[in-house]
Every structure is written in C-alpha cells, then in structure tokens.
C-alpha cells in the first residue's frame, strides 16, 4: 500500500516503540507535526528553544536508556541543534534527530530557511544523511534507531526534504537493516581479557577504574560483583560517578582534575590500572607522561578508537563493559589487598576531601544538605563549579543517578536535560544543580516545566561569577574578572577585584522570575535555611528555584592545574 | 613520521568524500593525497589515501575511519607490494627550439609522453610514481621558466606477483 512520507514517519515511531517526541515546530516540518497530532499514542513536547530541546532529549534518553527523538525544522531550527548533538555525540547519548528540509528543487538555491545541517554536523554524529529519495525514507529511519544506540551510543541525525515528506511511496518499515559498514562487535575476545585479568591477579597494588561507559552498559551490579570477589578499590571518573555505591567499602571516589587527593595519589602508585569504559580524557589523565607511571594499564571500551589514543596501554580489550565484568566474574578470585587499601585510606586521612566552609553559606552544605532531602531520585548538574562540587559531595547509589555533561562541558545543559529527565521519569524526584551563569543560558524552559508539568527542583549556586573560569583568573590570571563577572554594568571600573557595597544589584531576582512563571522561588542566605528549602521544594507542586546566595571567593579543590601531572594536586 | 598507504572502500553515496576528508582536517591529519573513483560494483568506492603520520597516529587514523559507517573496509597497504602510479599533466610555455629539444630528451628519460605541442609549448603527459613526478617537477621548475602542474593523486592495487610501485 502506498502512503505518504509524513505517514510513514510516524508508522516508523511508533514501531520503535517512541512515546516521547521533543519537537520544534517550523515551516518545513509542519506536516510532521499535523500526522504527530493524529498520533494519541506519541507524546509531543514543545521546548522553548532548540537547544534546550536537544539536552531535554539527552536527559530523557539518560533517563530512561531509551533512544531520544528530536524533531525540529530547517535553517535555524536546525542549527540551534548543533550544540545539543555534540554534547550527546560527546557523552555518548543515543538520540535520533530528524531535520526538516527544504523540498529537493530548492537545494542549493539558499532557500528560505535552508541549510546543509548534515554538512554542520558531520563531525558530531555517527551518521548523518539527508533522504534523497522518498523510497529510502523507512531504510533511512531504521538505520538510525539501529545505529543511534548501538556499541557506544550517540546522536544520528536524519534531514527529510518538505517534498519527502509529502511524496507517496512505500508503506513498509522495515524490521532491520543490514549496514554492511557497521557491525558492532559483540563478541568478547576471551584471550586477551585472560590476559587482562591475569595482571589484576598478579597485581600487589591494583586500581578498577570505572567510565561512564561503565553507566551506559548499566553495568554497575557486575561492576561491584566483581570489586567484592577480587577485593579491588574501585576510582570513578566524574562521568563513571554511580557505577558503585558512595558507601560502598571498596569505593574510593573519583579520580581527574578535581579528584580526591588519595584517588590521584593511588592511581599514580598502583601497580595495575584495571579500567573499564573511559577514554582517559585529559581531564583524567594530566600530563600523559605523568599518568599511571608505575602501572600496567588494561583498558576495556567498546570504541576501538578509544583504545590507546591517549594513554597507551599493555592490555586493550575490545567489547561492552557488561559483557567484559559478566565473563570476568567467572574467574574472579580472592585478592589479599588490605595493605594496599589501608594505604589509600592513609591518604585519604592526609588529604580528605572537604571546604573550608568559613566563607558563608558552603557549596558542601548545600550538597551535603541535598543528599538528605534528596536520598533518591535523579541529580542533573550544568557545568561549572557547581558542577565539580556535586561531583564531589553528591552521594550516588543503585537509587540515585546523576546526569552531567562531561565531555563537551556545555553551560545550558543542567535546567533543560533536568526536565527532560524528569519527563522521562515522571515518578523520581529530579534535582537540577546549577550555576547563575549555566543558568540563565537556557532558563526560558521553565515555561516548558510548567507546561509539561515536569517538576524540578533548580538549585542555583549564585556566586555572581562564571566560578569556574574566575577560578582560573583568581589564581593564574592575575585576579582580573571584568567579563566573568556576571553582576558588572557599564559604570564599573575596569580593574575590579571582587564585589563590594558599590556592586549593581544582581540581574535577574531569580524569586522573582521563578514566580512570574508561577513556580516556586525560594532563596538562602543562612546554613540553617538550606534543609528546609529543600523540603519545601520537594513537597511543591511545581517546580521550585533555589537561589542559593554563595561566596564568590570558593574554590573547587583540589585541583590539578592543566597539563599538570596528577600527583601536583594544588590543595589549598 | 612518515608516508603511509591506505586503500579505503566506502559506500558510493553524497556526502562520504566530505565525511573522509573533513575527519583528516579535523583531527589534524595530515593527508598527503587523497583519490577517489567507484569499483567494479557502481555502490562502492574505492578511496587511495596517502597520509603522514607516525605510528600511533595512524592506527587512530585506521580505527577512526573504521567506526564511521559509510566505511566498509579500511586495507593498509603502506608495506603491501603495490601497483602505484599517479597521472600528471605539465604544460611548458614560452620555449624556443633549443627548449624544445631538452623536453623531448626529458620525456625520453623519464619515459613519458609529450602528447600535445604548440609553437612555443609543450603539454607532458606523466604517468609515473608519485616520488617520480616529484622529481620530474622539480627538474622543470628548475630548467623553464613557466610551467603548469596538474596532478591526480595516487591509485594504487595490490600486486600479484611484482614487488615494485
């Protein structure tokens, strides 16, 4: 039977089983949109702004492990998505999204509203195709619900031309597609994970380290299974955080540029660094020279890319983390580590993690206070100093995930991907930490979370900086913020060198805004507040921003200044 | 650092050549030549890719272009024995008789042929390795005065029996 591309578009969401559509709506996709409001069964989401959209989809697919679907027009809604796809592409989230485009005749004739947006975006997705034929719309579909999730996860981008859209053509979906140039390997290679596991046995000193690709494998149960048979501490990158329970007696924290001082120290004493699902990032490693000096390094990722890109390792093992820990738990065998942890934990006395806290109301209380009120549910940071924070006091175990942007570091990410959460997982608690500056970057979403009723609740952390950047000045740059400081008019001297009595006031009042909204707006000055904020917000009804009044003298330590190698942690 | 061969078969589709260069240039490789033409089945290409690099850039380089799904086989021939040659036009004008002469001994020498002539210019038709051609231009550019180069870049085939590019 013949049907229209617009019918087979929707036939081919409701086959992948897509309950959620973010979608934007625009000339060149509003027939789309006209068969989606036919379509009962597929929920649309309207946004308030493209990119918000595409960390709304990124929050909903973290959410709930399911591939995201994006739909936006061309030209403009199109671009505004291209900071969204790279984040996802970065942190390895499954998206699928679908551009309108101009109709084919108009290609090429800077048309209204038109852009190559598979061009744009080539670099920052597994696949990107713009249908060229109407008869290839439903091959063209399932290849990105089969590539967009599969071996390490990521955006696939789909541009359907108006004409596409309206032609008529086949009305098969098909139920899979053979894409001779990506095969993922599923196999494990048992031979070098031997090998691999062979140096953990031997090893006097050994570290599990654990990536993000350890959460997207949902492989933390095997992951803890096998830490409790061998005995073997396990480090987290900021991105592996929740691979295994803060109060787990063999966690030791996270490890990287503001890692825990002990975290650092042990990896750069173990003898072998057992690491599973991270692509040593740079943020991890510091001077590669420096890194892991004393170990041998196994590393276990899905990506062959991944492997000894930046860290050259002795044993690479190429396949999903879930498949590595299952087969590795067969084996597992009691190691004798006591020293090796007591050792750690020495350091650990030497340089625990915490504040100073003498600065006023402590961006640790507030996490700590967060921990409390919130044991469960689903923490989702911006980027920034707040950021690092909650990754270093925010508790995480099998009930409590956190959601951040890691690899592409993108301010804007922590309200929207909140609410995309919170939509994806209607009945947790979503908590959105984030920094006045990330903040203000996508804060028109709040009419989306008060349309959707996709409550969360926003902790802002106001220091009246970009912290984490007046970091940087503060101690490498010679203490000049003119730009960094958010509270700054055209009336203020150049050389400021922090707030005084003379300072404008703050813009916007967040409680004010909240509440023009018609959420909740609270705000905390005082430690004692911080607690009861929290309970109000989550007993509200709607979503409720806490401003939370901080110094803007804290800083995030330790830290490891760029480039630098790990074990030159600044620590006060 | 040096030169390494990768013979690159990919989907014949738009969009792929873009894809296969634009990861060169964004990651900072450095391609040395990069040819392009469909096999013997019309939905396949067949890429000949030159690249400097050292040794751990190119495995990076080969698995990087292994995860990109318009790829369906990526063959390093950099230390396979090959057929290599590459077509190269040069065109030399403004020369008297005497000029004249030393092209044709030239193109005697380096066994290639002078395919098209005019009073004062001659067009070489060069289809030689590349390090040759290399050669050959630089002697031109050393002996005349103007002299226009185009080039093709390399193809190269995997030898059945002959060692030699």
Same mark, same amino acid.
């Not at chain 1, 984040?87 to 190559?116: C, H, K, M, R, W």
């Not at chain 1, 008060?450 to 000045?473: D, P, R, S, W």
């Given at each position: 039977?013949?049907?229209?591309? !617009? ?46 959209l595409v960390h709304e989809a990124e929050g909903y697919a973290r959410a709930t492990g ?60 597994? #696949? ?5 034929? !109407? ?19 990521? &955006? ?17 979906? &098909? ?39 350890v959460n997207i494998a949902r492989a933390g149960d095997s992951l803890r299974k096998f ?5 073997? &501490? ?11 329970? #803060? ?7 996270? %490890?990287?540029?503001?890692?825990? #001082? ?18 040593? =990032? ?39 983390? =879930? ?38 109301? %402590? ?19 911006? *980027? ?47 908590? %959105? ?28 952390? =106001? ?26 008019? *055209? ?19 967040? *409680? ?51 480039? =630098? ?8 | ?9 990919? +989907? ?19 391609? $040395?030549?990069?040819?392009?033409? @469909? ?12 690249? @400097?690099?050292?040794?751990? @850039?190119?495995? $990076? ?40 002469? $030393?092209?044709? $001994? ?28 290399? +050669? ?30």
């Amino acid at each position: 039977m013949s049907i229209t591309g !617009r019918k087979l578009f929707v036939k081919a969401l409701l086959e992948e089983n897509v309950d959620t559509v973010f979608a934007y709506p625009g000339g060149m996709v509003t027939d789309i949109i006209d068969e989606l409001y036919k379509t009962p069964e597929i929920k649309v989401v309207l946004p308030r702004h493209e990119q918000a959209l595409v960390h709304e989809a990124e929050g909903y697919a973290r959410a709930t492990g399911k591939t995201a679907v994006c739909l936006v027009t061309s030209g403009p809604g199109a671009t505004n998505t291209i900071t969204g796809i790279a984040d996802a592409f970065y942190d390895s989230i499954p998206l699928v999204i679908f551009t309108g485009q101009v109709s084919q005749n108009l290609i090429g004739n800077d048309a209204f509203q038109e852009v190559d947006i598979v061009g744009m975006t080539r670099s920052v997705v597994k #696949y990107g195709v713009t249908v060229s034929d !109407r008869e290839l719309l439903g091959r063209q579909m399932k290849m990105a619900f089969q590539i967009a999730p599969a071996g390490k996860p990521g &955006p696939v981008l789909i541009d359907i031309p108006k004409d596409i859209q309206l032609a008529s053509g086949s009305g098969e979906y &098909p139920s899979y597609v053979d894409i001779r140039g990506y095969k993922i390997n599923t196999s494990v290679h048992i031979g070098q994970l031997k090998k691999a596991y062979k140096l953990l046995k031997n090893a006097k000193s050994p570290i599990i380290l654990a990536g993000g690709g350890v959460n997207i494998a949902r492989a933390g149960d095997s992951l803890r299974k096998f830490a409790e048979q061998t005995n073997v &501490p396990v480090a987290t990158t900021v991105m592996g955080k929740g691979a295994i329970a #803060y109060d787990h007696p063999l966690y030791i924290g996270n %490890c990287g540029m503001h890692g825990k #001082y002990s975290v650092n120290k042990a990896i750069s004493e173990c003898d072998v660094l057992f690491s599973i699902g991270t692509r040593f =990032n740079d943020r991890i490693t510091g001077d590669l020279n420096e890194f892991a000096p004393k170990a041998s390094i196994v590393h276990i990722d899905i990506d062959t890319a991944s492997i000894s890109r930046n860290v050259v390792v002795d044993v690479p093992v190429v396949c999903d983390a =879930n498949a590595a820990l299952d087969k590795l738990l067969e084996w597992a065998e009691p190691k004798d580590t006591e020293d090796w942890i007591t050792k750690i934990e020495a350091w650990d006395k030497e340089h625990p993690l915490s504040m100073r806290c003498d600065l006023g109301l %402590c961006p640790q209380s507030i996490m700590e206070g967060i921990n409390k009120v919130f044991p469960k549910g689903i923490v989702v940071t911006d *980027v920034g100093q707040h950021q690092m924070w909650a990754s270093q006091y925010i508790t995480l175990n099998e009930g409590k995930k956190m959601i951040t942007s890691g690899g592409l570091g993108t301010m804007g990410f922590g309200f929207p991907a909140a609410i995309g959460a919170k939509i994806g997982a209607p009945n947790q608690d979503v908590v %959105c930490i984030t920094g006045d500056g990330g903040m203000q970057m996508n804060m028109q979403e709040m009419a989306t979370s008060i349309i959707e009723k996709a409550n969360v609740t926003v902790c802002i952390l =106001n220091n009246q900086y970009l912290g984490m950047v007046k970091q940087f000045q503060q101690l490498f740059y010679g203490k000049r913020y003119k730009i960094t400081c958010l509270r700054r008019n *055209v009336d203020c001297p150049d050389d400021c060198k922090g707030p005084s009595g003379a300072c404008p006031p703050y813009l916007p009042d967040f *409680v004010k805004w909240a509440e023009s909204y018609g959420a909740l707006g609270l705000r905390v000055t005082e430690p004692g507040q911080i607690e009861d904020a929290l309970r109000e917000a989550k007993a509200n009804q709607t979503s409720t921003v806490i401003e939370f009044l901080i110094s803007s003298d804290e800083l995030v330590l330790p830290m490891v200044k760029g480039g =630098n190698a790990m074990s030159e942690m600044i620590l006060k | 650092m040096r030169d390494r061969w990768i013979s690159l078969y990919v +989907e014949n589709q738009v969009g792929v050549l873009a894809k296969v260069s634009g990861l060169f240039s964004g990651k900072n490789y450095n391609l $040395q030549s990069l040819t392009v033409g @469909t096999t013997e089945h019309e939905d396949v290409s067949r890429m000949t890719i030159c690249v @400097t690099s050292d040794d751990v @850039t190119f495995e $990076q380089i080969k698995k990087q272009l292994n995860r990109m799904v318009e790829v369906i086989k990526v063959v390093d021939i950099t230390s396979a024995p090959l057929h290599m040659k590459e077509l190269l036009y040069a065109r030399i004008n403004d020369i008297g008789p005497d000029e004249m002469s $030393q092209v044709f $001994q030239l193109a005697e020498v380096f066994k290639v042929r002078v395919c098209d002539a005019g009073e004062d210019c001659l067009i070489l038709e060069c289809l030689l390795t590349t390090e040759s051609n290399d +050669e050959l231009i630089k002697l031109l550019k050393k002996k005349f005065k103007k002299v226009s180069i185009v080039r093709g870049g390399a193809v190269a085939m995997e030898s059945i029996s002959i060692s030699k590019r």
